[in-house]
């Protein structure tokens, strides 16, 4: 069976300072991988998602960006933090063929102070 | 274009009531739809899809859905609230069938009261 594995669980990480994310999805080959934002209150914010290695579509403009150097794995990260980038960040994988469903991980809990 | 609306941001049972939780969509054809829960501090996890087949949906934990054409609805339902139900639920569509075009409706909060 598939699983996905999000890291770390939380983190707390001073303005100003870089992030990486990490995602890897076991079980499955040529996924499409997702990354999402919740901020509080604001629901799920598709923020990347990926067909293959090295292809990575950005849905918002943002201080983030995200690299897939594997087939199974996600990379989430930043150069330099802002506040704004506090929030649940979850990673997905999808079948590549329709139809399809997402399958989520458990989220990494991001602060920034 | 596809989108989906929850209507209804909070939604409060007893122990032991009806939930009824709700999705329109907005589609010209045919849509796929999906219900996921997300407990506090956790992913989401699917609770059931409907692809077209059966209108009526059973999910995981006594939860089922019904697709209704007619009011382009997929409304959650479960006969008897536990404690432990109490989550954030979402409702998704795509029109294509492929995961990649999901569009996430705002999310219902479901507390349940003992």
């Known amino acids: 069976s598939q699983t996905i594995h999000q890291w770390p669980a939380t983190l707390v990480q001073p303005v100003g300072s870089p992030l990486s994310l990490e995602c890897t999805v076991e079980g499955t080959s040529n996924p499409n991988l997702y990354w999402y934002r919740q901020a509080a209150g604001r629901g799920l914010q598709l923020l990347f998602y990926s067909v293959g290695i090295g292809q990575i579509s950005s849905e918002v403009p943002q201080n983030l960006s995200a690299s897939r150097p594997q087939d199974r794995q996600f990379i989430l990260s930043s150069k330099k933090l802002l506040l704004s980038d506090s929030g649940f960040y979850l990673c997905?994988?999808?079948?590549?063929?329709?139809?399809?469903?997402?399958?989520f991980g458990p989220g990494t809990r991001l602060t920034v102070l | 274009a596809q989108s989906v609306t929850q209507l209804g941001s909070h939604v409060s049972v007893s122990e032991g009531a009806l939930v009824l939780l709700r999705c329109n969509y907005s589609s010209s054809v045919p849509p796929y739809l999906f219900w996921y829960v997300q407990y506090p501090n956790q992913g989401l996890q699917l609770l059931l899809k409907y692809t077209s087949a059966a209108t009526l949906v059973k999910g995981i934990n006594g939860f089922e859905a019904e697709f209704k054409k007619s009011e382009t609805s997929f409304h959650l339902t479960k006969p008897s609230a536990h404690m432990s139900d109490a989550a954030e639920y979402f409702c998704?569509?795509?029109?294509?069938?492929?995961?990649?075009?999901?569009?996430f409706g705002s999310g219902t909060q479901l507390t349940v009261l003992p």
């Open positions: 998704a569509v795509t029109l294509s069938g492929s995961a990649r075009q999901l569009t």
């Open positions: 997905a994988w999808s079948e590549l063929a329709a139809p399809s469903t997402q399958y």
